[in-house]
């Protein structure tokens, strides 16, 4: 069955679909320096000694990783204003499915990159008299940080096409926008391939930059 | 002369094994102490306790006349806060350098400096560079270590251990990870900074430098000191049989007539 491609309609109604892309554009953002940053503070959590620390990182981590982020949303959605009695909207909630989420998986590869620095670099900050933070911070961490940057990128890279879950609960970004069109024109091939194009267009580029990434850190070391 | 380091008693277990047996020993100021032992000894482990790299299981460490923790219970207690202040008196140098390989030689030498001693930076920067200048390596202040020889880390190793003012300087088997052709460059700024008056406890398995450079030679077996002497006199004549034979071990030394 042939389909008659019709993107005029889908032109027509770019006002809509921009109103997505920025959409898109913030909720990303938000999420992935919340998601990056408090993976971190996770990750090194879950790398200390004291178990008063790295337990419940650990518990945060495995029940984040463990259930699907659809779910998430939906549960922040619906069930955590009753059971809390705090109220979420549907872009709250798809902050706190996405960052909570990201969180959990960065912790982990922040604590595998922190584990992949030899103990000779913290007994040579300990030796001149560093603290454990003041070792971690100076010393330990850029370094980690660095080695891991390519699979920090792909997360990165996670979080942006995760965004579109947010619209199981009615954010406004750019699937939702599309579904819009789609209701209105009865096009849902094109609006949908649109929405396909879109996320391929801005993604594609933002890999092909990781690669560079990855091939400029292996000469650095 | 004066007193510097006085340890009494010093036990280190880890778990069950039971590395150091009771050591004392008074290091004078200016004095150069080599630490010979076979492997497993327990040379490392002391030189770790005295900078608590490791924390004694017992016994008493004096630096500079000061006890270090406090004694309740018939234990002593260490607090980290102070811990890190001594490290920062006592300079170590490791095997394997452990130079920060995301930092210059420049950074290397002022990092602990500026965020351990609180220097501002163009001081902390002075000293690095005269430190850096004593060790001969001012040239390549703004390499990263990964450009360097084996014999350059070393020496910028001991540079950001000296830029510390230390009291006391740790040197642990420091020339064992060289290729043979480096050993002479690091074993010299070694000797001139004994020849200059620093205190220094070095393990080393060069005969030759405890020979020519140490004012004394201590012998470690087992986890006590066994014998103890002007290197004279106690490599030439050892009285124990232990030390007879781990000398004979060492055939590549010969000793001067
Ligand atoms: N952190 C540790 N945990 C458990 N055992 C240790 C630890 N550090 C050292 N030991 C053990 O203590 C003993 C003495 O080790 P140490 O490193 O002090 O010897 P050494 O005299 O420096 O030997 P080498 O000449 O090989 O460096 C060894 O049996 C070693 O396995
Ligand atoms: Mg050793």
Same mark, same amino acid.
Request: aromatic share 22%; proline share 4%.
């Given at each position: 069955m @042939?389909?008659?491609?019709? $993107? @005029?309609?889908i032109l027509q109604n770019w006002p809509v679909l921009w109103v997505g892309i920025k959409g898109? %554009? $913030?909720? $990303? %953002?938000i999420t992935v320096v919340l998601g990056l940053g408090g993976g971190l503070i996770v990750g090194v959590a879950r790398y200390s000694k004291s178990p008063f620390v790295s337990w419940p990182a650990r518990a945060f981590v495995e029940v984040f990783r463990n259930t699907p982020v659809l779910v998430q949303i939906i549960w922040f959605y619906y069930a955590f204003p009753i059971l809390t009695g705090i109220e979420t909207d549907p872009f709250l909630a798809a902050v706190l499915g996405i960052s909570l989420n990201t969180m959990a998986f960065s912790a982990e590869i922040y604590r595998a990159g922190i584990q992949s620095i030899s103990r000779a670099q913290w007994e040579a900050g300990k030796a001149i008299g560093m603290s454990y933070n003041q070792t971690l911070r100076r010393i330990i961490l850029p370094v980690a940080v660095k080695r891991v940057l390519p699979a920090l990128t792909n997360r990165g890279i996670e979080v942006f096409k995760m965004s579109t879950l947010a619209s199981v609960v009615g954010y406004v970004e750019t699937l939702n926008q599309a579904k819009l069109i789609s209701d209105l024109n009865f096009n849902p091939i094109e609006s949908y391939t649109a929405v396909a194009v879109i996320f391929f267009v801005v993604l594609y580029p933002v890999v092909q930059g990781t690669y560079v990434l990855e091939r400029m850190l292996r000469k650095g070391d | 002369m004066s007193e510097i380091l006085r340890i009494e008693n010093l036990h280190k277990s880890f778990g069950d094994l039971e590395v150091l047996k009771g050591i004392d020993l008074t290091v004078q100021s200016g004095e150069t102490v080599v630490l010979l032992g076979s492997s497993g000894s327990g040379k490392s482990t002391m030189l770790r306790c005295l900078n608590f790299m490791e924390t004694p299981t017992e016994g008493k460490i004096h630096l500079n006349g000061e006890l270090i923790g406090t004694e309740r219970g018939g234990r002593m207690r260490y607090r980290e806060a102070e811990l890190c202040a001594l490290r920062a008196r006592i300079g170590m140098v490791f095997q394997h350098?452990?130079? $920060?390989?995301? =930092?210059?030689?420049?950074?290397? %030498? =002022?990092e602990g400096q500026v965020i351990v001693l609180g220097r501002a930076k163009p001081e902390a920067q002075d000293k690095a560079m005269a430190q850096l200048d004593r060790v001969g390596l001012a040239e390549k202040a703004t390499e990263y270590p990964a450009r360097l020889s084996g014999g350059q880390k070393q020496r910028v190793a001991i540079a950001r251990a000296l830029a510390m003012d230390p009291e006391v300087m740790l040197f642990d088997e420091v020339t064992s990870a060289l290729d043979p052709e480096l050993v002479g460059e690091v074993l010299k700024t070694i000797r001139q900074l004994a020849e200059d008056g620093m205190t220094m406890l070095c393990v080393t398995h060069e005969l030759g430098f405890a020979y020519h450079v140490a004012n004394r030679v201590l012998f470690l077996h087992e986890g006590t000191i066994l014998e103890q002497g002007e290197p004279q006199s106690i490599l030439k004549a050892p009285a124990t049989d232990r030390m007879s034979e781990f000398l004979e071990g060492h055939s590549l030394f010969k000793l001067p007539d």
């Open positions: @042939a389909h008659n491609w019709d $993107f @005029a309609t898109t %554009v $913030f909720i $990303f %953002v | 350098f452990n130079l $920060f390989p995301h =930092m210059t030689v420049l950074e290397n %030498v =002022m």
